[in-house]
């Protein structure tokens, strides 16, 4: 198993389609080259803001494939395996390795309701057939299930094959706790954008945000404001992406919102996939002038 430095800010990329629901190759290769021109530290692909539910297997090897290409080992890329089921869990995590993703980021198994023990032994028995590094991955408003601090410190204290978590409830409480139990062992990343530089600050190591998608830039210099030392700058684009992240992410439905702001950007980020639908044009207009807003700031010498 080779090792990946999860450290830095990572998109959990779009997936493009065409109006007619079709996987759209040539435009994620544009997209992908937004990307990594932002600085970032890495590709999330196959994620929540990728529509990984809606992919079927052979689109999931296309934009990993592809991914994987554009990137052309310059950036490390991940890809978003988790499934309902742990079988299922273990086909995509096998194709991702096969495919020469860096590492795996496996969502709770969700649907049906687990006891923790039945979330421990997934993820075991996931870990002990697969060779790939491992990043956890806990996102209850999605999945409706919250990944405990017991289960995370048992597998990252058990198996080297666990590197990370990404942690998306967005509570300090949380994220506090996890990195008191195994932040010297695994790189926690934070998942929702209001809390990057408060989890910097706890000891996590970086982020997986969807607003890096449409400021990829933004958010790479928030992270390196920190390491650099430089908390004024940081504390000021914190409140810039935490903005960002109100709108696009809060507000609408971030599948549709994120592709216009992106759209609206210049960048051919396509179309939702059914049932989510393209926002309204009002909702449109909304987007317009948050990212006007956030343009001018970035114009300011002090942003």
Not at 111 to 124: A, C, P, R
Request: proline share 5%.
């Amino acid at each position: 198993m080779h090792r990946i430095n999860l450290e830095g800010i990572f998109v959990p990329h779009v997936t493009p389609f065409t109006s007619e629901g079709k996987l759209d190759v040539e435009a994620l290769r544009t997209c992908v080259g937004f990307w990594m021109k932002g600085e970032v530290s890495g590709l999330v692909s196959c994620g929540s803001n990728g529509e990984a539910p809606y992919l079927s297997r052979k689109e999931r090897r296309i934009v990993i494939r592809t991914v994987v290409e554009e990137g052309n080992g310059k950036i490390p890329v991940i890809v978003g395996t988790g499934s309902v089921s742990t079988k299922q869990t273990i086909t995509f995590t096998r194709d991702a390795e096969k495919l020469e993703a860096d590492a795996a980021l496996v969502i709770t198994p969700f649907y049906f309701k687990l006891s923790n023990k039945e979330i421990y032994e997934h993820y075991k028995t996931v870990l002990e057939a697969v060779d790939l590094p491992i990043i956890l991955y806990n996102v209850p408003k999605f999945t409706g299930v919250s990944l405990d601090a017991s289960v995370i410190s048992q597998l990252a204290s058990k198996y080297e094959k666990v590197v990370g978590l990404k942690e998306s409830s967005g509570s300090i409480g949380v994220i506090t706790e996890i990195i008191r139990l195994v932040g010297d062992k695994i790189s926690i990343l934070a998942g929702t954008a209001e809390v990057i530089l408060p989890t910097l600050m706890l000891g996590g190591k970086g982020a997986v945000i969807a607003v890096a998608n449409v400021y990829p830039r933004l958010c790479s210099r928030l992270y390196h404001s920190f390491k650099m030392g430089n908390y004024e700058e940081a504390v000021k684009l914190q409140q810039q992406v935490s903005f960002i992240n109100e709108v696009l992410v809060k507000k609408y439905n971030q599948l549709s919102s994120i592709k216009d702001a992106l759209r609206l950007r210049g960048l051919p980020s396509g179309y939702p996939r059914k049932p989510a639908l393209p926002l309204e044009d009002e909702e449109v207009k909304t987007i317009k002038n948050m990212l006007g807003n956030v343009q001018e700031s970035l114009r300011k010498p002090s942003a």
